[in-house]
Nanobody
């Protein structure tokens, strides 16, 4: 059974940086995409960034140039480096894995950008 555990959230002032990490346990099968989503109360969960088996990355327009998604060689950890954070980046951030058996989610980590 795959488990995803996020870490690295916290309180940061505007313009600051945070690095989120997603630690995966359990076997992974076939082609895969790992991603970071975020959600604020009352809104739908939105894609922030993703990386696939070919190491192609995609980003939401709102974070391009500020956020970077990366992974380690074995896909054990996927990270999201967030720079120049804005108030609008405040949200719960979730790690997501899609592979042959379906989709898996972590429990989330909270990011608050505030002065």
């Amino acid at each position: 059974q795959v488990q995803l555990v996020e870490s690295g959230g916290g309180l940061v002032p505007p313009g600051g940086s945070l690095r989120l990490s997603c630690l995966r346990s359990g076997s992974i099968f076939g082609l895969r995409t790992m991603a970071w989503y975020r959600q604020v109360p009352g809104k739908e969960r939105e894609l922030v960034a993703r990386i696939n088996s070919g190491d192609t990355t995609n980003y939401a327009d709102s974070v391009k140039g500020r956020f970077t998604i990366s992974r380690d060689y074995a896909w054990n950890t996927v990270s999201l480096q967030m720079n120049n954070l804005e108030l609008e980046d405040s949200a719960d951030y979730y790690c997501n894995l899609i592979e042959a058996r379906g989709a898996f989610w972590g429990q989330g980590t909270q990011v608050t950008v505030s002065s």
